[in-house]
């Protein structure tokens, strides 16, 4: 009799390390590169050129290689802002519409070889490169498709020159995590001549993306490839935001660079999509792209950089923050203390997690009873082990029971994205004393990443609630957090 209760009492323990298959994928999924890039969430944009020297925003070609003179260049200063910051990458504009290169390349002389610079002697992209290794972040590149200043430009012999500038640059500068395409495209420009023509070009065909695709991952099988929705999508616009709904799935077959198709779908990504595109938002953290002496004044404030944070990575995107250097060669003195006041926000935003307080981890429903896909597996620091339900199951709740009453008013979510993404509408409810819910919190989509603010509730137990999924929900990571931040919503997109 006691050797079989003691046997009953083991099944419970069998059927909990049972084998009980994962969810299958839903629609398209992300690659490898796409997955470690999603990791990467915040980085900097560098746009340097004769620009920054001549106070202009799209030089038109004819500018002097003799004016890019930066006299106190400093990469070590760049990169100790932006690491400073939390970033984890830079992408440098190698080449912008100006089509002045700053590097030496092979095969135009309108580049930093002819500037004073240096006598001639320097490499931005070098530099940059290196520093960016120096100090443990990613290195990008943003190489412009349209050349103003090039006379080939409109030519299949310029589509020769840009194809041998991708070789350069991904051939001796290491590493590049991103190479970045701009959809800005033909137009006015000095092209070689002495008077400003008007140049245009299909940029459907012209350029020949795939080939030019195929030469960049055999160059380097790891780059992502940003533009034209390629392995991510552009946001749609360049004022720091991605919508509240952010699908990482998109039609891309119908987008092409530099030819607006579906802003919604920039936006807001396509739940019917069948490819995965998940998106990048650009921004400068001044008006312009490159440096203006004028626009010290107008450096954004670290709060306008916190909305922006959640209005981007807080929705599950990329944010490239562009922080141009001067004429000088450094990073200004204005977005210095912005990023650091920025980088303390962030420090009270998320530096204090809750998490230890809790006692329990529930959820209404676990896949197979499994503890493999059980609540707690959300709360452990492991993005690869997830909470799941079984396949027909599209909402359910967590519920999370503190030892002690406690402060929230931050969350932190993350869906397990090699599955795909499934989760379209959740709510986070606090239990009162008298045991009533009270809504603190919804959204739609989650994604890589979703960050919600809220104001102050003090709770023993919290649950989330997934309302609507595509398929049954797998959710990875939460995290509340009290955040010592006074709640400023000014999120107005
Ligand atoms: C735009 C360009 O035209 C701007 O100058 C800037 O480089 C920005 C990142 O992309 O399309």
């Known amino acids: 009799m006691r050797k079989l209760s003691c046997i009953l009492s083991l099944i419970p323990f069998f059927a909990a390390c049972s084998q009980v298959t994962p969810p299958a994928p839903y629609g398209p999924t992300p690659n490898k590169v796409q997955l470690e890039w999603q990791e990467l969430e ?27 003179n930066p006299t106190e260049f400093d990469v070590d200063q760049w990169m100790d802002v932006f690491k400073s910051a939390g970033m984890k990458a830079v992408v440098l504009t190698a080449k912008h519409h100006d089509g002045f290169c700053l590097w030496p390349s092979g095969y135009t002389e309108y580049s930093v070889k002819n500037s004073v610079w240096k006598d001639g002697k320097g490499d931005v992209v070098g530099a940059v490169s290196e520093a ?13 498709p349209w050349d103003r200043h090039d006379d080939r430009y409109g030519t299949s012999e310029y589509v020769d020159y840009y194809r041998n500038q991708i070789r350069e640059l991904l051939t001796d500068y290491g590493p590049i995590f991103e190479f970045w395409k701009d959809g800005a495209n033909g137009g006015t420009g000095y092209y070689g001549g002495t008077e400003s023509q008007e140049r245009r070009v299909d940029a459907r065909t012209y350029y020949d993306w795939e080939n030019t695709h195929i030469l960049l991952r055999d160059l380097q099988a790891d780059v992502f490839i940003f533009g034209g929705c390629t392995d991510g999508r552009w946001c749609g616009n360049e004022q720091g935001h991605v919508g509240e709904t952010n699908w990482c799935r998109l039609n891309k077959d119908k987008y092409h660079l530099g030819v607006p198709y579906n802003m919604d779908g920039l936006y807001c990504g396509e739940d019917d999509g069948t490819h995965w595109v998940p998106a990048e938002v650009d921004v400068s953290i001044r008006p312009g792209w490159f440096w203006h002496e004028n626009e010290n004044s107008k450096v954004k404030s670290p709060e306008r950089l916190l909305d922006i944070y959640y209005t981007s990575v807080g929705r599950g995107a990329n944010l490239i923050l562009n922080i141009p250097p001067n004429d000088k060669g450094l990073i200004s003195d204005e977005d210095v203390r912005s990023l650091e006041g920025f980088a303390e926000l962030l420090k009270k935003e998320f530096g204090h997690c809750v998490n230890d307080g809790i006692k329990k981890a529930e959820a209404t429903q676990v896949r197979g009873g499994s503890r493999t896909y059980s609540a707690k597996q959300v709360l452990d620091e492991d993005h690869e082990t997830y909470w799941t339900t079984e396949d027909s199951t599209t909402s359910a709740s967590l519920i999370f029971t503190f030892k002690n009453p406690t402060v929230v008013n931050r969350a932190m979510l993350r869906e ?50 997934i309302l609507d999924s595509k398929a049954c929900p797998v959710l990875s990571d939460v995290k509340f957090y009290e955040s010592t931040n006074p709640l400023k919503r000014n999120e107005s997109h």
């Open 42 to 68: 915040f980085y900097a944009f560098v746009h340097f050129t004769t620009n920054t020297f001549t106070d202009m925003e799209w030089g038109l070609g004819n500018s002097d290689p003799s004016v890019f």
């Open 132 to 144: 960016a290794q120096k100090h443990g972040l990613k290195f990008g590149v943003y190489l412009s």
């Open 416 to 465: 397990y994205l090699p599955l795909g993404q499934r989760i379209a509408s959740f709510n986070i409810e606090a239990q009162t004393d008298s045991g009533e819910w009270i809504e603190i919190a919804a959204a739609t989509t989650i994604g890589h990443k979703r960050l919600l603010r809220f104001d102050d509730v003090t709770t023993k137990v919290i649950r989330i609630n």
